[in-house]
């Protein structure tokens, strides 16, 4: 079904709700320390300002549980926003109330209003409907562009539609509605995806969903040794999950039956411990020392995964290849980052860690899409249908 965007509105002097994803890393001064996911956001609000909309933002931050809780304030949000807007961003105490109310009602054309934490109310997790009906009092339009929380059945993503005249999405949520609908409808061949991360049953439905559909899946990271296990391979004291050997074992079968490549690593590196300082070595899978722990994916492994890659007009990439967060841990993922920036194809990461690679490596600027929300696009890409897109399908 089609989904309406933000340029199908008439804006002039409407008040315009805009669900962001302002769900951002606060340092330990409480300032913003990654501003990704509000420059992100920045196209679909300066459109709305360019367009004389009076434009109240709402978002969550962390996981208050329904609580106040300063740590979780939105207010340094707004203060790094009124430096990238050049101009002032009003901040409400709260996200509903008389004095929310009064506020949205005085906002001039192309002013900007962010509301306190939505998830300082409990309703809002809760897809409370009179929670709802408040939220949808402040407005006359509707705009969602925030799609990592679209799988979230959430008053602010769901609930609050039915009450509010129109709803549309934010240039954000179509471009990301774009690229991830192609990778699931019509990508184009061959389509290579590459999944990491530590457990397989974290990925089992879109490992399933897009053997149906690409042409090569790589695996890495800790979930790999799940699948060594399966085919008796012995992998040190390497993070396994024991009780998943039988659905590895199914889906090895699953790709051979669809005469899918699905790639083990065939070397890696192990380490005798995490601990600071620790041996290292490079060894191939099958002959990893019994005391010792697999921590990334090996040269071999980085050269085989590159070749792939590089032949592909379409890659997916989820999950790192290691222990990316620890240093020496990070070099396959690093590696893997830069093969996606030298391809020729469509390149698109699905968020989490894969995005850090990708910025830490200095190559975000030469991926085709940078998918804000990780668990999200995963669960579009096993095949789920997201509540939040589905309410702006029905409106």
Known sequence: MPIKCIRDLDLKTKRVFIRVDFNVPLDEKLAVSDDTRIRASLPTIQYARQNGARIILASHLGRPKGRVNPKCSLRPVATRLEELLGGRVYFASDSIGREVQSRASQLKEGEVCLLENLRFHKEEEANDAEYSKQLAQ???????????????????????????????????????????????????????AILGGAKVSDKIEVIRNLLTRVDALLIGGAMAYTFFLAQGVEVGKSLVEPEKTDLAKQLLDLAAA??????????????????????????????????????????????????????????????????????????????????????????????????????????????????????????FLSGIQLPGVVALQQK
């Open 258 to 379: 669809r005469n899918v490549a699905l790639l083990l690593p065939i070397d890696h590196v192990v380490t005798s411990s995490l601990h600071k300082g620790a041996e290292t070595q490079i060894t191939r899978v099958e002959k990893t020392p019994p005391d010792w722990i697999g921590v990334d994916i090996g040269p071999m492994t980085i050269q085989m995964y590159r070749e792939r890659v590089r032949g592909a007009r379409t890659v997916f990439w989820n999950g790192p290849m290691g222990v990316f967060e620890k240093e020496p841990f990070a070099a396959g993922t690093m590696e893997i980052a830069r093969a996606l920036a030298d391809c020729h194809g469509t390149t698109v990461i699905g968020g989490g860690d894969s995005v850090s690679a990708v910025n830490s490596s200095g190559v975000a600027n030469k991926i085709t899409h940078i998918s804000t929300g990780g668990g999200a696009s995963l669960e």
């Open 138 to 192: 402040l407005c006359d339009l509707y705009v969602n562009d925030a799609f990592g929380t679209a799988h979230r059945a959430h008053a602010s993503t769901v609930g609050m539609i039915p009450f509010c005249r129109e709803a549309a999405a934010g240039f954000l949520m179509e471009r990301e509605l774009e690229y991830l609908g192609k990778l699931v409808s019509n990508p184009e061949k061959p389509f290579v």
